[in-house]
Each structure stands twice: as structure tokens, then as C-alpha cells.
Nanobody
Framework: VQLQASGGGLVQAGGSLTLSCAASGPPGARYPVGWFRRTPGKEREFVAAISWDSGTTYYTDSVKGRFTISRDNDRNTVYLQMNNLKSEDTAVYFC??????????????????WGQGTQVTVSS
């Protein structure tokens, strides 16, 4: 599986961005996908995740109420809608797919494939 993250950019605080994570392969992906972010000098941080059927979503506390994760399995694409962005959201955002490991979706070690990252910069 190859993942392509896109949609990052520069936005003012309070603004919005939507990130996309497109996966290779035939339509109808049946695996969970997560978003993580990383800032210089910090560990990669969990942001959000979604089950393969969109039945369950997960968020880190700092983005609850502001970010929404969703997916379109016919397009093999997962989205991260980010509203009311804050300067502390500035990071490189990565999407990841969990195909084989049944561990918690909150942990990066659970994921088997990673996209290349897209930069989000929020100016205050």
C-alpha cells in the first residue's frame, strides 16, 4: 500500500484546512487509517484515526471539536478536516494505514504503511 498525503499549507490562526490521504490499490479499502504529526524536536504525535467502516473515530484531546476525520472507501481516501487552527497545530502531518497489526490505533507502532507527510503551518 502506498499512501499520498496532501492538502497542507499556510493558514492564519482560526482558519481551516483539509488534508487528504490517498491509498493505492483497488477501491474498497478495509483497514484503519490514522493521522499523526511531528514538530522539530518532538516525538511523532497521534492526531486522529478512523476504523475501516467509519464506525469508530479517535482523536487526541487537543483537537477534539476542531478536527474531523472521515473516509471515502470508494476513493480509497481518508480526510482530516481541520477547523479553528492554532499555532500549536503547526507540524508535518502524516497518514498511516494499519493492515496487519491489531494494536491500539493511538500508537505509531501499530501502523504498517506511512505516507510522506504534508506541512501545515498556522500563523498567529
Amino acid at each position: 500500500v502506498q499512501l499520498q498525503a496532501s492538502g497542507g499549507g499556510l493558514v492564519q490562526a482560526g482558519g481551516s484546512l483539509t488534508l487528504s490521504c490517498a491509498a493505492s490499490g483497488p477501491p474498497g479499502a478495509r483497514y484503519p487509517v490514522g493521522w499523526f504529526r511531528r514538530t522539530p524536536g518532538k516525538e511523532r504525535e497521534f492526531v486522529a484515526a478512523i476504523s475501516w467502516d467509519s464506525g469508530t473515530t479517535y482523536y487526541t484531546d487537543s483537537v477534539k471539536g476542531r478536527f474531523t476525520i472521515s473516509r471515502d472507501n470508494d476513493r480509497n481516501t481518508v480526510y482530516l478536516q481541520m477547523n479553528n487552527l492554532k499555532s500549536e497545530d503547526t507540524a508535518v502531518y502524516f497518514c498511516a494505514a494499519n493492515l496487519y497489526n491489531g494494536g491500539s490505533l493511538y500508537y505509531s507502532r501499530t501502523y504498517d504503511y506511512w505516507g510522506q507527510g504534508t506541512q501545515v503551518t498556522v500563523s498567529s
